[in-house]
């Protein structure tokens, strides 16, 4: 933005708003009441008019008459001869009092003077005070165009590669980033090109933002960071002009790391959505390609963004020139747990009896963000409970606390509802346990809890499983269907508690047809027309299934034989295990909670 044109645009602006205020004021002074002088003289006859002031100007005979009526109401009106209609009001009505004062010009011209200009200086003093708030003290009244990428204080703690868990192969891959920004005549010498920009993809929570920071604490280079929504404006134009000051002061600075976290909100698929793009993020898109494709030869700029939705990304900015590497940042496995564990247990005092490594197997789906926020609810538990350090029983409930919610213990509930959970309950935790890919039981209850779930049923998986096969995905079906069957036996009626279990199965069961091609009658085609995966408004409108009539009946049936055959299956095991539900529903309503121990006992 240029100061001296916003600095004429706001002198404009000044001196438009005065001429406003002068004639608003003088049609606002000028208003007069449609008072004629025959029509004071006919009240004056008519004994209304109770005294009357005559103004008159000191140069010339003429002035203005104000008229007292009833009421303290007055009515003015201008007369060509002051003196004369004196004379003339004296005729009529010889009892009137009338008072006459010279007209004082230099007292209207402060009034005018007044009404004029301090509203002009209240909006003035508001303008310079909206400047001032907005950094414009050079002159710049609204400094949009200026990017708002934040330069991290060189002075605070660095986090490096130490402060990262679980991402062994992610962090040597930036390791070649940082050795570039260390040396970077070592790769030039050679004719090496290193990326212009690495993309990190993965769920939330795994560390994508942490990396960066990481990367710009080993290379200790400048590194800025800023937002994907902080460049779209309502303003057309703004996010491309904000886009250039970026990188303008990222040149300034070089070498240097900037890192755009959340792209996807600026960098999604342009012609995308119902009824074409939105203008103002197309602009700073085509603006942040130019600007990426646009750097010198190894110049020390590297771009590092970070998305859980590369899919919905514009294909140019993902092309070599632009994000020339992407690393993927997924969950971390059991390991990966356990580093991380140790790494934000560290300043944390711990009991005897924590076993990080029982935790990290506890945790199977957990992220870095999960993992961090379970030791900090133990912590927090800990203190609460006014105890120096943590110990087994404040991790389990805050696992219970992040992973299911809150548990209701002062929730009253009928009896007969408890006995109804405990058999439900009893019922999953049965297979879970004869069931050998699904993992031995880790905890059940029947405290109510935050989510509206009655009771629980937990896990202990074995190890993480990177695919699913067949006969573990058909085992968790029968799992899921485990409480509805032990209701069925044990109660002459169903409830609606296993609507979740039931819509679990009904939607995996789908997928292995539809999608993993696990169906003999349709066999190795994938039916799966990807609507789960649809972000898009305008891309669903006009899309149709890939396949006929004939085809979704089969799949229905399909879906329909597999949850009838792990039906049947799971009912027949519990069947044999009646004297374990039983006894376990019993052992339930006594305690309420059990852990992996009290509930193996059982078998034995």
Known sequence: MNPKRSSNGFLLLVVLLAVGIYYFSGSFHGKTENYSYQKFLKDVKAEKVISVTFEQNKEVPTGKLTAEYAKETYRSCEVTNVEKTMKEVEKISPKLKMTLKPIDHSADMIANVIGVF?????????????????????????????????????????????????????KEELEEVVEFLKNPTKFIKIGARIPKGVLLVGPPGTGKTLLAKAVAGEANVPFFSISGSDFVEMFVGVGAAR??????????????????????????????????????????????????????????????AATNRVDILDPAILRPGRFDRKVGVGRPDVKGREEILRIHSREKPMG????????????????????????????????????AYIIKEDIDKSFI???????????????????????????????FHLLPDVGPVYTVSIIPTGTGAAGYTMPLPENDNIFMTRGKMIQDIMVSLGGRIAEELIFDDITTGASQDIKQVTQLARSMVTKFGMSEELGLINYDNGDSDEVFLGKEIGQTRPYGEHIQTVIDEEVKKIVNKCYADAKAMIEEHMDILHSCSALLLEKERIDRAEFEALFE
């Open 243 to 304: 886009v250039r000051d970026l990188f303008a002061e990222a040149k300034k600075n070089a070498p240097c790391i900037v890192f755009i976290d959340e792209i996807d909100a600026v960098a999604r698929r342009r012609g995308s959505g119902l009824g074409g793009g939105h203008d103002e993020r197309e602009q700073t898109l085509n603006q942040m390609l130019v600007e990426m494709d646009g750097f010198g030869v190894n110049e020390g700029i590297i771009m590092i």
């Open 401 to 431: 606390k992040v992973g299911i919610g809150t548990e209701k213990k002062s929730r009253i509930v009928p009896e007969s509802e408890r006995r109804i959970t405990a058999y439900h309950e009893s019922g999953h935790a049965i297979l």
């Open 118 to 170: 301090v509203p002009l200086a209240v909006v003035v003093f508001f303008m310079v005070m909206m400047m001032r708030q907005n950094g414009g003290g050079n002159g710049k009244m609204m400094d949009f165009g200026k990017s708002r990428a934040k330069l991290a204080n060189p002075n605070a703690k660095k986090v490096t590669f130490q402060d990262v868990a679980g991402l062994d192969e992610e």
């Open 352 to 387: 005897d009896d924590v076993d990080l490594h029982e935790i990290a197997r506890t945790t199977a789906g957990f992220v870095g963000a999960d993992l961090e926020n379970l030791m900090n609810e133990a912590a927090i538990q800990a203190a609460r409970q006014d105890r």
